[in-house]
């Protein structure tokens, strides 16, 4: 595998942070800075990796604050979905791709926890979820921004349709274990059970 994902425990709301490595090329993204960037750092100057980026799964506070001490250490990009109005660099779209030294990152647009939500497919093997997709949840839908109408849209039209074999990497360590994959995620977790846009709408607003 020309890469690998390293998941880091941050902050006492149970974030991850992620590092996406290029192994051939020592070339990093950083995903979701919040707190102890002391880890971040570390691992960066221990490894000499070369940060290409900063990528943000959705701007809510606890997944961009970091950003700013992170580009003004290292000098690169802040990339963000194109409708997030935090600062940001690279405005993305569902499908762009772009490289990682060598590895391939594939953007899907996955509204629904937040106007601006992305997941992050790395080399077609793994998938970083943000705040779409927990390890047998889903995120918040009641938050400034949230629509269970889009968040349906998201799983069961785009999620749900993807490789089953694609390790999950959440946004939070809010599961039974820090990673999935999406075929676990479809047996086993309650907001996926086969439900028609209404019946998901009720059950995931009203509880029924």
């Not at 009641?142 to 349709?161: A, Q, R």
């Not at 089953?164 to 086993?188: M, Q």
Request: aromatic residues 10%; hydrophobic residues 35%; negative net charge.
């Amino acid at each position: 595998m020309t890469f690998k994902i390293e998941q880091i425990a941050v902050g006492k709301m149970a974030n991850f942070t992620y590092l996406i490595i290029d192994n051939e090329e020592k070339e990093i993204a950083v995903i979701d800075p919040s707190w102890d960037l002391e880890k971040i750092f570390e691992r960066i100057n221990k490894n000499e990796y070369k940060v290409k980026y900063v990528i943000n799964t959705h701007s809510h506070f606890d997944h961009i604050i970091g950003n700013d001490q992170i580009v003004s250490n290292i000098k690169c990009k802040v990339m963000q979905h194109n409708n997030s109005r935090e600062k940001h660099d690279i405005s993305l779209n569902d499908g762009d791709e772009f490289m990682i030294g060598k590895t391939i990152v594939h953007v899907i647009f996955t509204p629904g926890h937040s106007k601006d939500s992305i997941c992050l497919i790395v080399d077609s093997k793994a998938i970083i979820t943000g705040d779409t997709l927990f390890v047998g949840n889903c995120g918040r839908i009641d938050l400034p921004g949230s629509d269970p109408e889009e968040m349906y849209n998201s799983l069961f039209e785009k999620i749900m349709n993807l490789d089953n074999n694609l390790i999950v990497y959440p946004g939070h360590d809010y599961g039974y274990k820090p990673t999935s994959t999406i075929e676990e995620e479809k047996k086993n977790n309650y907001i996926l059970v086969p439900r028609t846009r209404n019946e998901f709408i009720r059950f995931i607003t009203q509880g029924e």
